[in-house]
């Protein structure tokens, strides 16, 4: 440890300033990540005075406290105006200070905490720790220098590079780049005294440097692949024309332009949402009495080596667990180990494996015998979707597992809490419900049954997390949280074909909502016989008063199963691989809403209403129930596993905007239409919730 000054002066309650022989040193300690709040700006003025006026020091040293820089602002700060001392009145009185500012970085300096490194004369960081401006992807610019002063240090490109993806860069790299000065050998805060008394001498404000130079063309290439992955987004086009200010503007004016820029994006719908998101994602990481230590899991099988036992395997292979699947059926296993195999070809391709592909390969194991799972500690059971045949498999698991092991299935709407009784460890027993392809879709329903212990769940979630997911807790009940909600959505707008709409006509209505797909073309991308076996399978009990919608089975009957059969609720060809309208669909529709009695069309602002209206009146059942934890947390599944828009936070949060009386237009409309057997939730109280 450095021999700090124990007489430290506090100038708010998150800053202290002491110093090391002839150098100030500015701590913050503002837990848990150090972020960016009014205390620490106000504190961080007042000490970069007193450093200013410190007769005894040549150079001043920001550092933090506890595991991190500042990580970041505060954003619950961001949905109101912002208090005083704003950043850039903080950053300037650092480049007005007459002696030099040296940032030392451990663990992560991001947007406002790397805005703050930037506003100082030389940064020096940790081998392990990385920075970057991630504002973008909270539909914001950097508002305080970051698109002014990054540049002037790394160029144009790498600025629009860094600041458009938001990646968190790792110091070597960062240093390459020279986002950092040098990577602190031994401790980090003698390192940055010993860097402050040699090359850190000098005064070096970013605002003083010229920007390297670089043709026009380099420039247009960066701007043009950063606007093509970011699909032309208004935030991108803003921070792209912001960064290229630092060519041609002073920078002061420049400064001015950057934050004007921000303060509107800010406070945008797109930001809200987005934020809203954010601290959806940090509230469902967080379990209560959940939380601990999860089992260490040497081996994970996997039982059935179809489409998604194959996606979960690769999963687990790359993130390194020594995996075994086992399936039954010799030609699946070849299915499986060639499907495993491009996977995480596809996935080192893309950047996205975090070990070597042969390492990842060699993690995987296939077997045929059903007796080779038995050293496992977790199983994932991922065979067909029939009781008798999962039945089977759970009582064969609970006989070869070891005691203790776990069991996890993968079903998407048989009854749970049977199949956990069937295992006979019911304790031991969870669900993981992933979503197919199961390498892109981040979603992970981990579904808690009647019985599951707290350390299985704990074990499940910190499983889902390891491999890349995005778990939420849910119950168990059918279709757990986002298959029911889709049900009922889905149901509405078959409703809708009956009352004067077209299929093409509510998937556009939709899409214009947010979804990435309207539900009859997502019918015909995941094939329309497993729903039309379902219902020849529940036509038994059906109750009769049920409102049922014959269209579906009419379009089954004529062998139209969807893209996988070349027609479905569209025809597909080469020439239109999206799909098309087809007369024959059109005539069954027309026909059959004839038949209903409907006399028009829908308009657009009509069905988005009705699909809206089922999906939050099944959200609040969804609470009511206590099948999920809190309204954001089902926008997460539906933005994560249904391709929602997340730009609009997800169907709740848009409900949330609008006015009440609008909410309870819709729920009647959705009543009105579904009849017998509606039940109505508590939209206005699950909306309340939303912040
Ligand atoms: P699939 O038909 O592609 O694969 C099932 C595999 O299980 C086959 O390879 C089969 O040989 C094997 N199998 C059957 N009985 C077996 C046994 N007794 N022992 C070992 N292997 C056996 O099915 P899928 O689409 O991968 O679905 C698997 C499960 O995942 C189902 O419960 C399904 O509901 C669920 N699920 C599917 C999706 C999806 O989009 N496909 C999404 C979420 C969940």
Redesign the pocket.
Known sequence: MTAQDPAATNFSETIAYSTIGNVGVITIDNPPVNAGSASVRAGMLAAIEHLANDSGTMAGIIHCAGRTFVAGSDLKEFGKPLQEPQWPVVFAAIEACPKPVIAAIHGAALGGGYELALACDWRVATPDASVGLPETRLGMIPGAGGTQRLPRLTGINAAIDVIASGRHVKSPEALALQMIDAIAEGELLQFAVTFAQSEGQQKRPAASLNVPAETPEQIEQAASTALKKNKNRANIVLAIETIKLALTTPFDDALQQERAAFQTLRTSEEAAALRYNFFAERAAAKFGDIDGTPQKLDLIGV?????????IATMLCASGYRTLL????A???E??RTQIDKALTDLEKFGKLGLALSAARGNLELSQD?NAIAPADLVI??????MA??T??MT?LGATMRPGAIIA??????DINALAATSGRPAQFLGL????PVPRMRLLEVVRCAQTDPDTLRTGLALGKAIGKLPILAGPCEGFIGNRIYAQYRAQCEYMLEEGALPEQVDRAIEKLGFSMGPFAVADL?GLDIAWRNRQRKAATRDPRTRYVTIPDMICELGRLGRKTGAGWYTYGDTAPGGTPDPIVTDIVRQAASEHGATGELDEKTIQHRALGAIVNEAALLLEDGMARSAAEIDLVLVNGYGFSKFLGGPLFLASRLPAAEIKAMIDAVETATGFGFRRGDVAAMLKTIG
């Open positions: 039982i059935g080596g179809g489409t998604m036992g194959a996606g086992v399936d039954t059926d030609k699946a296993i299915r499986a059903f059971e991922a065979v067909f979707e029939d045949v999962k089977d498999v064969r299935s993968n079903t998407s709407y048989l419900h992933f979503f197919a995941s």
